[in-house]
């Protein structure tokens, strides 16, 4: 693999922090101040609960641990979690029986 062209790097990391600063200045700074309707708010509670999915499915799917290829273990965690979480409302016993889960049948199968 070639290193990236120092400027061309920088472009691109400068460019993203704008980027950034502009998305989180336009919720906080330009409207932070004012109401929102009824319908956005309602909307907006479910964006946390998006984004914890979102960043896990690739990482079930397609860990790079086995070369992107989806592996038993991690599929049962993820129904682990997602059943217990569904089952007890309780976010940390579904953390835990899916760590539990995995790590049990990582250890078992030889993974």
């Not at 993820?78 to 250890?107: D, E, H, P, R, W």
Request: proline share 7%; aromatic share 10%; net charge positive.
């Amino acid at each position: 693999m070639n290193d990236p062209d120092p400027v061309q790097l920088w472009i691109i990391i400068i460019g993203m922090a704008v980027g950034s600063y502009a998305l989180r200045f336009l919720f906080i700074g330009l409207v932070g101040g004012r109401q929102f309707p009824a319908w956005v708010l309602r909307h907006l509670r479910y964006t946390a609960v998006a984004m914890l999915p979102a960043l896990v499915a690739p990482l079930v799917l397609w860990p790079a641990a086995t070369g992107g290829q989806p592996e038993p273990a991690r599929l049962a965690a993820a129904a682990a979690t997602v059943v217990i979480g569904y089952l007890t409302k309780n976010v940390l016993a579904a953390i835990g029986a899916g760590a539990v889960t995995l790590y049990g049948l990582l250890f078992l199968l030889g993974g």
